[in-house]
Structures are given as structure tokens and as C-alpha cells.
């Protein structure tokens, strides 16, 4: 981190934007450090408010910004490092590395930023934070930087963000470079896709994630509530494919300020995400399992599709999510979900009254979240092959333990927010060969896609609705 005994930055401080380049850099070094991105943005807001010297709305954006970039963009700055400096990115003192993320982010992909704002705060910071020593080393380096990038007299200026770059000649390192993707992760995506596609999944996980909204269909309709955000000047739009989705055209602060929150009219769930509950065709009047319920999005969602009338039971290992689950589920004007704290894996054994007893389980795996890159953007650098197979095993454990559950001819969803083939079409794949009597009545994988007014925009999911053996008396 900075340096002991480096005071706080202040938005009143000489310097006009060093106080948000600061809390990005501090950013970037709890990351580096184990922290998780947006726990470690709203903790070093929460610090700077305190010391008296909180951000004005535009440049908290900037703050952001600056830090959500430049951790999905680490290995393409990194690079950058390497190209241009006497000492490799990795043997560059940590403080000194994150730093250079902070400008060199800046001068690549900021378009509001001038390159010499972008320059000198990134040394103002330097010798404000006990690195004055290094501030001419991050001066140069930026500087070479802008050199390098120069548009040549009568030539088209350097728009990629990798121009100047010697890229690999191996098609999968360079997109890893390109994309500032984990080189394993390029690999696998041209497995997957067709180079045109692996490209628009890279180009989807650096893009800042919409903010997406699901209409609470027993409250209001999705109509009248884009009515009253355009009377208060919140810009949205309906969501194609999505009968309860919206999106906000324009970024806001706190979306729990925004209108009808308090009321119960709506809650934050992504595009894709709101595609997954309908898939289960949940009823009135069923008993209904969300084994991996928390934060509750799907398990609201259910509730609201069979009319706040039947059984819903979101099941989760953590109380503490499960609380945040029922404040939701309060909030939204739901009765009949009901949390427990529980080990999906020993459900069974837990609860033996529940053989048989699910018309409907949905099962939303914990799994690698390399659907969610654009949302969570330290993920990609937290993710290994080695914990997905991890990830594999306790799937199957979990789908295992869900199938004595559900009542004969029920429906089972397992669904997860990956594109990783292992966790998703192979191991329902391995399920079936292993269980004839079960029966595959849909599978569908969501790729993210860079977002259109029509198209695009969401996460990565994956699902297979499964019909156990029996009949059911709903069919």
C-alpha cells in the first residue's frame, strides 16, 4: 500500500484529480494483495470519507474507472512495462508497478483524460507518496510511452491500445495480450468459438457491465415504472427478450436512490440471469428449491412467477447472504420464500422429509464465473485451471445430492454462470450417460457479446432443464 505516513489526498488539494488517482492506486494494491476489487473500492471510499475528503460524484467515476480498468487490463499494461522500461513488470517494486498501471491506463484508454494530466499526476503521486526517488523513472516511462504512440506525420494515429506492441505470432497469445486475458483462458476461448467470436467474448469481459433491472411484475409493470425513471430523468429502456428487464441508458450513483426502490418495484439482476428462473416453468401453488440461493435473485424471481403463491425455499451455506436474500425478499413484498442455512451436499440427510418432495429445483452452481469477467474484473487473475476441476467435482456432488429431492416427472435447472465446457455441457453430458431415466428437455448457453440496442450485453450462462423419471401431475 502507500507508503506509512502519506497523508491523505483531498479533493480540495492543489493537484485537480490526484485524490481519485490515489484511491484507484490504493485500489490496485489491495487487489494486488488479495482483495476483492469492489470490497476494496467501497473500503477505501469509505476511508477517504472519513478523513474528511470525500469525491465529488465525477471524479468517484474516475476512481473507478481508473481501478476497474486497470486491473482487467493488467497483463496488457504489464506489458507495456516490459517494453519500455530497464526493469521487467514482475521484478518492479510493487507500489511502483501499480502506479505506472494508474498513468499508463490513462494514457491507453481514457478518453477524458489528456495525456498530460494523465502524466503529471501519476508523478505528483509518486513524490507525494514516498516514491520521489522513482518519480523521474515514472515520468520517463510514461513519456516513452506517448513517444512510442506518436502518429507519424501523415499517418493514422495509434488507436489500439497494443499499437507498438510486438505481438506473439501464436494466435491464442496474442489474444491474451490483446484482451488482457489469462493465457490459459485465450486458449480454451479458441477451443470454443471461431476466432471472430472468442474476439467479441474478449472485447464483452473489458466493457463496463450495464446496469440491468428486473420489474417486479406483482408491483407494478415494466411500463409505468419506465415512466416514472423518465420523470424523474433516469434514462433506461425496456430489454428485448427480457418481459420484466430494463436497462439505465446512463450511469448513476447509488441505485438504491433511484425510484421505487423503497417500494419494492424492482431489483438489480442482469439480462442473461433474468432469462434463467422462466426456464424451470414454475407454477402457483408448487414447492420449489433454490439450493444455492444467496444473493436471491433467482429465488425472488421464482416467487414473483408463481404469484407470491406456493413454496420456495432458498437454500444457502452462508446466513450471513441469506439475511441479505430475506431483506429482499421483504422488501419486494414476498411471503412465501423461506431461507436455511444448509450444505446442499447433505440436504438429504438433513432434511429427510424432502425426498420426493420438489415439483422444482433450480441448482446455480458455484462455479469459475468466467461469464461474469465485465462485472468482476480481478476474477479473471483469481481463476485457474487447477480450481476448476475443482469446481467439476463438488458440481457433481451437488447434482447428485438435488436428484432424490424432486418429486417424480419434476424439473431440475442446473445452471451456472460459466462458459466452461467441463462445468457445464460435459459434466450434464457424464449425469445422463450415468442416469438413462433422466431426461434433457433444454440446454442453452449465453456467450457475453459486446452490448447493442438489441443484442448483447449480458453475462455468460449456462442451463440444462432436466424431467426426472415418473410422471408428474402438472404435465
Known sequence: MIRPGSPP???SDVVPGLASRQLAWQVLQAVAAGAYADAALEREL??????????SPADRGLATEIAYGAIRQRLLLDAWIDALGKVSAQRQPPALRWLLHVGLYQLLFSDRVPAAAAVSTTVALAKRAGLAKLAPVVNGLLRSLLRRRERPAGGEPCLEPWA??????????ALALRRSLPPWLATGLLDWLPPERAEAFALACNAVPPLDLRVNGLRTSRQALLERFAAAGVAARA????????????RVGDPRELPGYSEGLWCVQDRSAQAI???LDPRPGQRILDACAAPGGKSTHLAEL???RGEVWALDRSEARLRRLDRNAERLGLTTIRSLAADATGLAELKPHWQGHFER????????????????????????????????????QLLEAMLPLLAPGGRLLYATCTVEPRENGDLIASLLAARPDWTLLEERQWWPTPATAESGGGDGFYAALLRGPGVSPDD
Open 9 to 11: 489526498i483531498h479533493a
Open 306 to 308: 408463481i404469484g407470491d
Open 46 to 55: 469509505a476511508s477517504l470519507a472519513r478523513a474528511g475528503g470525500g469525491l
Open 164 to 173: 507498438g506492441l510486438a505481438l506473439p505470432a501464436d494466435p491464442a497469445a
Open 239 to 250: 430489454l428485448p427478450g427480457a418481459p420484466h428487464g430494463l436497462t439505465l441508458l446512463e
Open 361 to 396: 429445483i433450480l441448482l446455480d452452481a458455484p462455479c469459475s464465473g468466467l461469464g461474469t469477467l465485465a462485472r468482476h474484473p480481478d476474477a479473471r487473475w483469481r481463476i485457474s485451471p487447477d480450481a476448476i476441476d475443482g469446481l467439476v467435482t463438488l458440481q457433481r
Open 277 to 279: 428462473a422462466p426456464l
